[in-house]
């Protein structure tokens, strides 16, 4: 019985994320037509642009890896009742410790870069660990300590770029080769894409969370207290440490998500004049794929298309990206809102009254 509840459930919300995903391109599809855009060609240039052609095929699966990161950090902690929306702090800071791994650190080739990885998944954790014991042992909302966590974290790496690791200059030296994440081989199949070994660390991570949440005491202890910390602590569970463990491991795998695009992507750390916007778009990830390790993975797919495929779409059908960003914010608008579980649901009901008649 508890597996038929539990397809119901599944198949009810992969429905919802399918049905919010195509009113949110309807809603753009109605923008470009009153702004004057064709947005058939919009469309077709978009996804066109974004998987039929070796190199941009690359450079969309490049934009899903950290999406998956942050979209697994956002929905763990969404899952123990949490809201860790200092996921683009712990991002940054995971690139900024990488980074100093990376240029400060004289080690072997392999033992390098899983150095400086290791180093950016910790630093994301201890990033988060200051909203999370606040939040169990004072009370504070994680929110409001994990938005100022966000600002602290993107001016210090500024300033230490600035003054330490770049002295003086704009962006810091590139990275030592050894600690390099870069997949080569697997590029040039790509046309020369920026692929690297932070897909096979986030598909990983996705795995590690399954299991992690839906296979262990730990995950079933965070479970419980985000369903309910009361009776969970009457249980015997420890509420204040499951939360600080859940921010914890959230921070984890956003900081996990920095260092993968520090390493595999860019190879090198500039000053931010502001937020990279990957960890917020990790919430948006979350919503959409259900809290669940495949939705998300999922849900990174499609946002990882629009993503790089609206940044050629500008190009190819004259359309601003905003267009993208539109979409992207109906659609979480439609999946927040449980708009499109209404209509579903609505739909049954008129249904169900005429099979009765």
């Known amino acids: 019985m508890k597996k038929l509840v539990s397809g119901l459930n599944s198949q009810s919300t992969l429905l919802t994320s399918l049905v919010s995903i195509l009113l949110g391109m309807l809603i753009g599809a109605v923008m470009m037509l009153v702004a004057g855009y064709d947005p058939l060609a919009a469309y077709n240039a978009l996804f066109v642009s974004a998987l039929f052609q070796p190199y941009d095929l690359g450079e969309t699966l490049r934009t899903i890896t950290p999406l998956i990161l942050t979209g697994l950090a956002v929905a763990l902690a969404f899952r123990t009742g949490l809201f860790n929306i200092g996921v683009e702090g712990q991002f940054i800071v995971g690139q900024l410790v990488a980074i100093i791994i990376g240029l400060k650190l004289d080690l072997p080739p392999v033992l390098h870069a899983v150095v400086a990885v290791v180093a950016g998944g910790l630093a994301g954790a201890v990033w988060a660990l200051v909203p999370g014991l606040l939040k169990a042992t004072r009370g504070v909302h994680e929110v409001i300590i994990s938005i100022m966590m966000n600002f602290i974290a993107l001016y210090l790496s500024n300033a230490l770029v600035f003054h330490w690791l770049a ?183 008129k249904k169900g009254g005429e099979t009765r008649a």
């Open 167 to 349: 002295k003086g200059s704009d962006s810091t030296p590139k990275i030592m080769e050894s600690a390099s994440l870069r997949m080569d081989a697997i590029s040039q199949m790509f046309g020369g894409a920026r692929l690297h070994f932070g897909l096979i660390i986030a598909l990983l991570a996705a795995f590690v969370m399954y299991l992690l949440v839906w296979r262990t005491r730990l995950g079933y202890e965070l479970r419980a207290v985000g369903h309910n910390p009361l009776a969970a602590e009457y249980a015997g569970m420890s509420v204040k440490r499951n939360i600080i463990m859940s921010m914890m491991i959230s921070g984890s795998f956003a900081g996990l998500a920095g260092a993968g695009e520090a390493l595999g992507t860019s190879g090198y750390l500039a000053i931010q004049p502001a937020f990279t916007g990957i960890g917020f778009d990790g919430i948006a990830v979350a919503l959409l794929g259900a809290s669940t390790p495949l939705g998300v993975v999922l849900a990174s797919v499609l946002f990882g298309v629009l993503t790089y495929g609206g940044g050629n779409m500008q190009f190819e059908a004259g359309v601003p990206f905003e267009v993208i960003r539109v979409v992207f914010a109906a659609i979480i608008l439609f999946v927040a809102a449980n708009v499109t579980g209404r209509i579903l649901e609505k739909f049954r009901q």
